[in-house]
């Protein structure tokens, strides 16, 4: 069966809520069932209501579903389901899958055999050219128009100085959705995040204007992109929110199979918007993965991981000057934990360095550092290291003194997310100890 520890099953908790209702629900005399086989474990978890709640899991995810209706996910019983695993495994008992298990389970697997035949159908599809050819047409005239309009406003910017952009967040937005509008929504978005910095600080016109600096780059990229290697012309539509169909990934995309550590999660929200990003370290390849899901309306995603796991499956990497974002390819197979992952401050400097020349437009970067210190100072949170080192962090105040005592004032290993002024640590090991960046209430 799953092997998973209380804490690990908590950290799949949508929120704090969900992990102390869980909690309360760990008591053998409300599930009248407990049960597993090799595939799933299930349970009927005695509510309110005169039938039970049909609640079950599947070992390979893991992944969930329960007959309550609850739209977080996965909901206090499931979570409550695994708990009790951890906790009481002698009370699941072995039998064969009931027929409410067997037809998810069923369900899930035509699922995939539908996405694996859809992906073997668009690999010897060959799609009619005329009307690709319009339909690209159409869009690099709605893109070169906001291209146009963005260089404008750019030159503006530059004749006029920076003084006059504080208080005119209106501006951003419209000039935003003009950028939606001319389908180019990776540009908005680089709007969006250069308009939260202006006046964040002292510092903040230097940090603007290299912003603004390499959107012109992004501009002067694109009229001659005809003429780059196909890998930088990917990162370039990338940049610019043109997207890649998800199946012609799965279709063509590197694959690479491998035992995989997740080592961080972050979540993000924008608007109504949740984003993910799970990191992923090959401990055979040596190389780093992202995985990058959304979700509407809440922090609810069919798959779950848990930081500090390993996991055994095959990805397909997207095209890129330095491929890093990926898709699973089938279900990650959880594994034994392994040892926590190693990496010095000038490997990870040199990685940075090689990620950044090679894709410009990626941010933000991962970084791995097993020697760095937890420092607090009036200038806030920094990881010393070695040679005298200092890398400035983004953290909460709260979770700094947290991975201060995670460490114990010794160097520690830390994975995070750089965005060129910051590090975001995502989690970090001292020992067996793992320390993991506390999410807020979703």
């Not at 929120?15 to 086989?37: F, H, M, N, Q």
């Not at 206090?76 to 951890?86: N, Q």
């Not at 369900?107 to 799609?127: F, G, L, Y």
């Not at 389908?183 to 978005?189: F, I």
């Amino acid at each position: 069966m799953i092997a998973l520890s209380a804490g690990e099953v908590l950290e799949l908790s949508p929120d704090e809520a969900s992990a102390k209702a869980a909690k309360g629900l760990v008591i053998p005399g409300k599930w009248p069932r407990l049960e597993y086989d090799e595939q799933a474990i299930w349970g009927e978890c005695q509510g309110s209501g005169s039938k039970p709640y049909q609640v079950q899991v599947d070992q390979a995810g893991p992944a969930f579903r329960c007959s309550c209706p609850s739209r977080k996910f996965p909901c206090k019983h499931g979570l409550a389901l695994l708990l009790l695993l951890a906790q009481n495994p002698t009370s699941f008992s072995a039998a064969t899958a009931p027929t409410w298990v067997a037809d998810w389970l069923a369900s899930r697997q035509q699922r995939a055999e539908k996405q694996e035949a859809k992906i073997v159908e668009k690999r010897n599809a060959a799609p009619d050219p005329q009307t690709t050819a319009r339909r690209e047409e159409a869009r690099h005239q709605r893109m070169t128009g906001g291209l146009e309009e963005l260089e404008r406003w750019l030159n503006d910017r530059l004749r006029q100085g920076l003084a006059q952009l504080p208080g005119q967040a209106a501006t951003w937005d419209e000039l935003a959705r003009r950028m939606i509008d001319a389908q180019l929504p990776g540009l908005a978005s680089r709007l969006r995040r250069i308009s939260a910095q202006v006046g964040r600080n002292e510092a903040w016109p230097g940090h603007v204007l290299g912003e603004l600096g390499q959107l012109r780059v992004l501009i002067d990229a694109f009229r001659r992109l005809d003429s780059l290697p196909p890998a930088m012309q990917q990162d370039i539509r990338s940049a610019l929110g043109i997207s890649i169909d998800r199946d012609s990934v799965l279709a063509n995309g590197e694959r690479l199979r491998d035992d995989w550590q997740v080592v961080g999660q972050a979540f993000d929200e924008e608007g109504n918007l949740w984003l993910r990003r799970v990191w992923l370290l090959g401990q055979r390849s040596r190389r780093t993965a992202l995985l990058l899901d959304f979700a509407h309306g809440g922090r609810r995603f069919e798959q779950s991981y848990i930081t500090a796991s390993s996991l055994h499956g095959e990805l397909a990497f997207f095209p890129s000057n330095h491929p890093l974002r990926a898709l699973n390819t089938g279900a990650l197979h959880l594994l034994p934990n392994s040892a926590p992952p190693t990496g010095q401050l000038a490997a990870a400097l040199d990685v940075l360095a090689g990620g950044i020349a090679a894709n410009p437009w990626q941010s933000p970067h991962p970084m791995l550092i097993d020697d760095g210190v937890p420092y607090f100072s009036p200038q806030g949170w920094s990881l010393h290291c070695a040679e005298r080192r200092r890398i400035p962090l983004k953290l909460r105040h709260e979770d700094g003194w947290q991975l201060l005592a995670a460490s114990g004032g010794a160097p520690l290993t830390v994975f995070g997310e750089w965005d060129g002024e910051l590090l975001r640590p995502l989690a970090a090991w001292q020992g067996k100890l793992v320390w993991r960046e506390e999410l807020e209430s979703a």
